[in-house]
T-cell receptor, first 115, second 113 residues
């Protein structure tokens, strides 16, 4: 399978705990994106990387959120001191630079439930 | 900022009916426009796209035309099947130079046999 993969698929945590999600993009895709999707809404952009550089962050990405892509391959998204409002599906997507304009390929998502 | 508005669901149709899901957008510059589909239990999949005015995207019997004058990208299919039941998202990218996709809220389509 050469698609975007995410791990874990589901995460249940207690309020105040830290969680970390991983995304493995399609090989050789330079750009990697994180989105958040709450029930009944469309995905909302959080941040993106080109190789290892984080180029853009949404205002939705509070100080409790941090994303990394240290070697320009996989990426991690960490949420510190989780709150119930963080419960959502976290989606990762990737695309090659110079590929068909802005077409992004999505992973299956990580569903986070904060109790 | 950029925004996408699409018709609220659920939309319920009988098999072989004609489908239209309306989508309008607000963006600066010249965005690319997309329709993504999310089948039950699966991730988002690109259905079709258009990158400039008057382009028509098509795939699996679905079509949408980029109408700059009406800032619209309505999704159509002539004869829907039960297997088309899913949530459909209209999205844009690159309007104001931003690279992330801006999505609508999604339209849940239910096709009854």
């Amino acid at each position: 399978d050469t698609g975007v993969s995410q791990d874990p698929r589901h995460k249940i945590t207690k309020r105040g705990q830290n969680v970390t999600f991983r995304c493995d993009p399609i090989s050789e895709h330079n750009r990697l994106y994180w989105y958040r999707q709450t029930l009944g809404q469309g995905p909302e952009f959080l941040t993106y990387f080109q190789n290892e550089a984080q180029l853009e962050k949404s205002r939705l990405l509070s100080d409790r959120f941090s994303a990394e892509r240290p070697k320009g391959s996989f990426s991690t998204l960490e949420i510190q001191r989780t709150e119930q409002g963080d419960s959502a599906m976290y989606l990762c997507a990737s695309r090659p630079v110079g590929g068909r304009a802005h077409e992004q390929y999505f992973g299956p998502g990580t569903r986070l439930t904060v109790t | 900022g950029d925004s996408v508005t699409q018709m609220e669901g659920p939309v319920t149709l009988s098999e072989e009916a004609f489908l239209t899901i309306n989508c309008t957008y607000t963006a600066t510059g010249y965005p690319s426009l997309f329709w993504y589909v999310q089948y039950p239990g699966e991730g988002l999949q690109l259905l079709l796209k258009a990158t400039k005015a008057d382009d028509k995207g098509s795939n699996k019997g679905f079509e949408a035309t980029y109408r700059k004058e009406t800032t619209s990208f309505h999704l159509e299919k002539g004869s829907v099947q039960v297997s088309d039941s899913a949530v459909y998202f209209c999205a844009l990218s690159g309007g104001g130079g931003a690279d992330g996709l801006t999505f609508g809220k999604g339209t849940h389509l239910i096709i009854q046999p």
